[in-house]
């Protein structure tokens, strides 16, 4: 079962952040094909979000392929390992396109920028 507890509402929609989250716990591995998804009145009520915001999460990942959807049963993970790179990579192509902008926009040399990054990965280790 595909659980919500690490979900952490932040910034932008709250529908959007719900995919990226179901991505990237696909992505790390946590949710694997086959796994079922909670009942969308069920992720309304753990999340405290209006039961349409669900919905239309789940129409996003239906479109794309990652879950699949039966009426009157529980929407289960569908994806394949093709499609889990795929996901993996869109997560780290946006994530560090979002991190160089940040960073030019501060003004922060790429030498520096690297080192920076050099330092936290060590730390990470």
């Known amino acids: 079962m595909v659980s919500f507890e690490r979900f952490v509402p932040g910034d932008g929609p709250i529908y959007q952040q719900m995919v990226i989250y179901i991505k990237r716990e696909i992505s790390a591995g946590a949710i694997q094909p086959g796994d079922e998804m909670p009942s969308r009145r069920v992720i309304?009520?753990?999340?405290?979000?209006?039961?349409?915001?669900?919905?239309?999460?789940?129409?996003?990942?239906?479109?794309?392929?990652?879950?699949?959807?039966?009426?009157?049963?529980?929407?289960?993970?569908?994806?394949d390992e093709k499609m889990r790179k795929q996901?993996?990579?869109?997560?780290?192509?946006?994530?560090?396109k979002k991190a160089v902008g940040i960073l030019k926009q501060m003004g922060i040399p790429k030498t520096e920028a690297f080192s920076l990054i050099g330092k936290f990965w060590k730390e990470e280790e």
């Open 44 to 79: 309304s009520s753990l999340l405290g979000v209006n039961p349409n915001t669900v919905q239309k999460a789940c129409k996003i990942l239906e479109d794309e392929g990652i879950i699949q959807s039966h009426s009157g049963a529980k929407s289960i993970i569908v994806l």
């Open 87 to 96: 996901i993996k990579t869109e997560l780290l192509e946006a994530d560090a």
